[in-house]
Structures are given as C-alpha cells and as structure tokens.
Nanobody, 122 residues
Framework: QVQLVESGGGLVQAGGSLRLSCVGPTHIINTHEMAWYRQAPGKRREQREMVETIIPQRGSNYADSVKGRFTISKDSAKNTVYLQMNSLEPEDTGVYYC?????????????WGQGTQVTVSS
C-alpha cells in the first residue's frame, strides 16, 4: 500500500510560518502530480481545497488565496514534497493533505496521506 506521510503541522500565530513535508515512494514523488489540499474545519472530505500543485516538467499551480504566501517544492533525492507557508492567516486553519495523482488520470493512481493539522490563531 502506497504511503504518503505528512508532517510539520502545528499551532502558529497569524503572520507566522510553517513548512509541511510529505515523504513518499520515489516513483510517486517523482512521476506524479503532487499537491497539497486542505480541509477547513466543518468541511467534508469532498470539499477539500487544492492549495498548490507541482507537475513534473511543467511547474506549479496554486490557489489564489495563497498566492505570494505559499510555495510548493520538491526534493527528489529525499523523496519529499514541501509546502512553505508564510504570512499565515486564521483562514488557513485546517487539515493539510498530501496527494499524488498519476499524470494519466486519477483512476491510474490517486494517493493520499493521513493529513497534518495546521491551526493559525489570531
């Protein structure tokens, strides 16, 4: 069973920073579209919001709400995807999930981690 393992969440004051990490198998991290999603308090799993993605040979995409504040990156040698979050706001609170999706479509591979909690206090 494929495992993506997130870490780095925690409690931080508004304006602070956190860096989330997602470690996984080499063939997932380096060949799939990797993304960070967040599930805000009270929202269902289906309402997870895409925060930022990185696609091999294409670059990254991000939600407008995190533009200029969050940055996704990947260290292939460490099989790790990061999400650097700066200037955090209370609205960023939620459970952050790492996702790896096959470039040919989710039916070929769609993997999730267990999530890491991020709480931003005002």
């Amino acid at each position: 069973q494929v495992q993506l393992v997130e870490s780095g969440g925690g409690l931080v004051q508004a304006g602070g920073s956190l860096r989330l990490s997602c470690v996984g198998p080499t063939h997932i991290i380096n060949t799939h579209e990797m993304a960070w999603y967040r599930q805000a308090p009270g929202k269902r799993r289906e309402q997870r919001e895409m925060v930022e993605t990185i696609i091999p040979q294409r670059g990254s995409n991000y939600a407008d709400s995190v533009k200029g504040r969050f940055t996704i990156s990947k260290d292939s040698a460490k099989n790790t995807v990061y999400l650097q979050m700066n200037s955090l706001e209370p609205e960023d609170t939620g459970v952050y999930y790492c996702n790896g999706r096959h470039l040919g479509g989710g039916w070929l591979g769609d993997f999730w981690g267990q999530g890491t909690q991020v709480t931003v206090s005002s």
